[in-house]
């Protein structure tokens, strides 16, 4: 089996709402999302998609992956799309690094594998086990009393985890914080996230001032020596999210401990492919995970809660699915949903869902 042909789709995600990160220094309206369709010489279509969250999140955005692609096709083509870890390589040698351009067409080989073998990518990537996973709701930075309407909504939706978007300004995230808390129910899980908008410094004061409540957090501060330094001065339970994109990261957080908790984000990471091995270092050192997309649609979710599926019950923290913030469907009806605030993935082969056609539209590339 040989890669055949390359298609590219850009289009535009109008997120239900505006949305702040970072205490509100990052705004965002739209993605930018890029959908791959991989061609093979036996009649085998795999699709992917490649969503970061807007250009300012992180070094990833839309025009990015499909300048990579371009970059990349001539030495995808003719590859056996289900030979993974060769496709990777290929990959790494035509463009180093840009592990966000890459995840798409790893995602369209695995749905290749996976329509092939006819097992879905959960089995493939060792299994699915235990029942369906918690979705974590993603809340907007506001003031104290719009993020716990928030959650309320979402409540209404059924979820029973969130994260809670705060950075910025010590004191009005300590009174966030502290409001939302006064709002949690019981058995609700919240993770406090602050998209690395605190300087060390910040960071101790705002963790340290809300010490007397067992709260959790994400990402305090922008670099892994920055959560290092955090944690040293600091008790409550760190989630590395953004700092969390090699194996030497994954490594450097399990041994040196700057973090209980992985959030891996497959499109950043560069594909299943890699994340699947950093859920391997964080099993194999009894690390609890979140495990997300970037961004996206059905298929970006369908992408992230394979692999969580096959994540140990007790190690299994939640996933995200970001279609509930997106105006647009591509696949109305079709793959993983929001079930009441769980989400699972079922044993269509491959991805198990796959986009219209007709939505898409006309390509922006071809590639043969
Ligand atoms: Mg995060």
């Known amino acids: 089996m040989r890669i055949t042909r390359i298609t590219t789709w850009a289009k535009s995600l109008p997120l239900t709402k505006p949305y702040y990160l970072s205490g509100g220094r990052l705004r965002f309206d739209e993605l930018d999302a ?35 692609i371009a970059t990349m096709a001539s030495t995808v083509l003719g590859l056996d799309p289900r030979k993974l870890d060769v496709i990777e390589r290929a990959m790494d040698l035509a463009l180093p690094g840009h592990l966000y351009a890459k995840a798409p067409i790893d995602m369209a080989c695995w749905d290749i594998l996976g329509k092939t073998t006819q097992m879905p990518i959960a089995d493939l990537l060792g299994g699915s086990c235990g029942d369906a996973t918690n979705i974590v ?46 709002h949690r129910r019981e058995g609700e899980r919240i993770l406090y996230d602050a998209n690395r908008a605190w300087t060390r410094a910040e960071a101790i004061r705002v963790m340290n001032g809300v010490r007397d409540l067992d709260v959790t957090f994400e990402q305090p501060s922008e670099t892994l020596d920055d959560i290092d330094a955090v944690r040293r001065q600091t008790s409550a339970p760190i989630s590395i999210d953004e700092s969390l ?124």
């Open 137 to 182: 709701s993603s809340v907007s930075t506001g003031t104290p009393d719009q993020m716990t309407t928030e959650i309320d909504r979402f409540r209404a939706m059924g979820y029973r985890a969130h994260s809670v978007k705060v950075g910025a300004d010590v004191e009005l995230d300590v009174e966030r914080i502290r409001a939302v808390e006064s």
């Open 245 to 368: 994109v090699t194996y030497a990261d994954g490594i450097h957080i399990a041994r040196k401990r700057s973090g209980e908790i992985f959030n891996i984000k497959s499109n950043r990471v560069g594909g299943l492919t890699r994340a699947r091995r950093l859920r391997d270092i964080a099993i194999a050192h009894g690390i609890q995970m979140y495990i997300m997309p970037t961004g996206g649609t059905v298929l970006a979710d369908a992408e992230s809660a394979h692999l969580t599926q096959t994540v140990p019950e007790s190690l299994r923290l939640g996933c995200w699915s970001c279609q509930d913030m997106i105006e647009e469907d591509p696949a109305p009806g079709r793959g993983p949903r929001n079930q009441y605030g769980t989400i699972q993935v079922d044993t269509i082969p491959g991805l198990g869902v796959e986009p219209d056609e007709a939505w898409l539209g006309e390509p922006v590339a071809v590639y043969k």
């Open 34 to 68: 890029t959908f791959v369709r991989l061609d093979t010489s036996d009649g085998t279509v795999g699709w992917g998609e490649g969503t970061p969250w807007g250009h300012t999140y992180l070094a990833a955005h839309g025009p990015g992956i499909r300048a990579g």
